[in-house]
C-alpha cells in the first residue's frame, strides 16, 4: 500500500481560495489513480476529482467542475487539489486515497478540514 499524508486544509470565506496537498510515500505511482474525496458532517463521503498518475488524465465532481483543479507533481511524489470559489457547502474533511490500476481506493490519507464561512 501507499502512504498518503495530506496538509494545507484550513478556514477561509465564501470566495476564497485553498490549496490541499497529498505526499505518497511506499511505491512509485506508476499506473495509479490518485483521488480526493470530502465528507461532511452527518453525510457519505463523496468524489470530488481523480487525477491518473501517468496520463495525468483528470475528471470531477459536477458540483466542484470549473473551481478545482486536481493536478500532480511526479519529482515530489504529490497530488494537489486547488480550490477557488469556495462555497460553505465545501465544508469537509478532505481525504486523498490512492488507486492501484485504477480499481478499488485501497490507500487512505488521515483527511485534512477545510471550512468555508459565509
Known amino acids: 500500500q501507499v502512504q498518503l499524508v495530506e496538509s494545507g486544509g484550513g478556514s477561509v470565506q465564501a470566495g476564497g481560495s485553498l490549496s490541499l496537498s497529498c505526499e505518497a510515500s511506499g511505491r512509485t505511482l506508476s499506473g495509479y489513480r490518485m483521488g480526493w474525496f470530502r465528507q461532511a458532517p452527518g453525510k457519505e463521503r463523496e468524489f470530488v476529482a481523480h487525477i491518473f498518475w501517468s496520463s495525468g488524465n483528470t475528471e470531477y465532481a459536477s458540483s466542484v467542475k470549473g473551481r478545482f483543479t486536481v493536478s500532480r507533481d511526479r519529482a515530489k511524489n504529490t497530488v494537489y487539489l486547488g480550490m477557488n470559489s469556495l462555497k460553505p457547502e465545501d465544508t469537509a474533511v478532505y481525504y486523498c486515497?490512492?488507486?492501484?490500476?485504477?480499481?478499488?481506493?485501497?490507500?487512505w490519507g488521515q483527511g485534512t478540514q477545510v471550512t468555508v464561512s459565509s
Open positions: 486515497a490512492a488507486s492501484p490500476g485504477g480499481g478499488t481506493y485501497d490507500s
